[in-house]
């Protein structure tokens, strides 16, 4: 297919803090796993690009909806010092954008749907993992592909889906063809791009978190897109009591209207204290830090551990931040407590099974509250910098 697109680009420049060492991954000028130690003065530019071309085991799939995750928000979001927050893998300049749904237009020979164990034909509705990950390094083949070693992540080193057209290999797609049952057509595509997210809450919760077992207390600390996610996952697994801690009362209501029992503003009332009102002094078994601020929730945290008369609480830290934890040891001893990273939604089954979830009955698309044309990305991105009154803001291909 030839012709030529539009991509909402990111540029920043390539200036290494003082100390800093590239590791043995990071490519020098062009893409580093520390993003926060390497790029500064992040913008954006409105790019003409070529449409792609899909290899053998490859397709290429059109743009029908693609949200504004916080990774993109913290990418082009500059310190004081020009350097961008977000501390991941990042490779510019790059198209951004990685919620993505679309419908298959061309594919290689080799490109199966895991949901026929066919050939795609085309015109096959289909989200993907954004988490590129290679298969034959030991953590691939240990069953880790989101810690893969060799790792790609759409959006972020590899060319996005703000535009309208993009190539992904077949492995990483999966079908949205359960969700017709349920949703209209556009919504079948809003509904698409919330299952990456939901699968990062999923992948927190339920795989790193090792789940729950119904009639446990949960916490979610911040109510972003995941954390909500997070409320709706636990609720349907049978959570007894959903607490969500969050600042901004539209997140709050959001996350009240899709799973949370309660809500608690921890400007306005002790987080501590409230939790174990609400709980009787039991405190919770699983508190997921979807915050990014660390150092501000963690002592709330783990003094509900301390106090609370339940053991063998988790923490499950899912929000990206360079911030140190100010932890106790002494109380995870004594409580049997455990913190557990959660990076990632790739494997385990994670996509099809929320994709189910969805299909029957989880619908996550009133998260989605304000819908913006391709052009006008750049400038509700940065909004989102300093503005939360929107859950998620999707970018709805015309």
């Not at 029908?64 to 350097?83: E, L, N, P, R």
């Not at 916490?219 to 996952?233: D, E, F, M, Q, S």
Request: aromatic share 8%.
């Amino acid at each position: 297919m030839k012709g030529k697109m539009l991509g909402v680009t990111l540029v920043a420049d390539w200036e290494p803090k003082p100390g800093f060492k590239l590791g043995s991954k990071d490519i020098e000028g062009r893409q580093t796993y520390l993003g926060s130690q390497v790029w500064r003065h992040p913008r954006f530019e409105i790019r003409e690009y070529d449409i792609p071309t899909p290899g053998d085991d490859e397709v290429l799939l059109e743009v029908k909806a693609c949200g504004i995750c916080g990774s993109d928000v913290h990418m082009a979001q500059a310190d004081q010092d020009g350097y961008i927050f977000y501390p991941g893998l990042t490779g510019f300049p790059s198209i951004l954008g990685h919620e993505f749904s679309g419908v298959v237009v061309e594919a290689g020979k080799k490109a199966f749907d895991k949901r026929t164990n066919k050939p795609f034909k085309g015109g096959e509705a289909v989200t993907s993992e954004e988490m590129l990950w290679c298969g034959s390094c030991k953590p691939c083949a240990d069953g880790y592909p989101n810690h893969c070693e060799r790792l790609d992540e759409v959006g972020f080193n590899v060319n996005g889906a703000y535009a309208k057209y993009m190539v992904l290999p077949a492995r990483t797609l999966w079908s949205l063809e359960p969700l017709r049952k349920n949703y209209t057509k556009e919504n079948l595509f809003l509904a698409g791009s919330l299952v990456e997210p939901t699968c990062v809450a999923y992948n927190a919760v339920i795989e790193r978190g090792g789940g729950i077992r119904p009639g446990d207390r949960v916490v979610i600390l911040g109510a972003g897109p995941v954390g909500i996610a997070a409320c709706a996952i636990l609720k349907r697994a049978g959570a007894s009591q959903v607490i969500v801690s969050e600042t901004e009362d539209v997140r709050a209501k959001m996350a009240m209207k899709l799973g949370a029992d309660y809500h608690i503003n921890p400007l306005k009332e002790d987080f501590a204290d409230h939790v174990l009102e609400i709980t009787d002094g039991m405190g919770a078994d699983l508190f997921m830090e979807a915050t990014g601020l660390p150092t501000v929730v963690y002592p709330g945290i783990e003094r509900v551990i301390w106090e609370g008369r339940t053991l063998n609480s988790k923490v499950i830290v899912t929000a990206r931040a360079e911030a140190k934890m100010p932890v106790t040891g002494e109380v995870l001893q004594v409580r049997r407590a455990q913190i557990i990273g959660a990076q990632g939604h790739s494997g385990h089954g994670t996509f099809p099974r929320v994709i189910e979830c969805m299909a029957t009955g989880m619908d996550m698309t009133p998260m989605s509250t304000k819908k913006i044309k391709l052009e006008e990305l750049p400038e509700n991105i940065l909004r989102l910098q300093n503005d939360r009154s929107e859950v998620k803001i999707t970018y709805i291909a015309s």
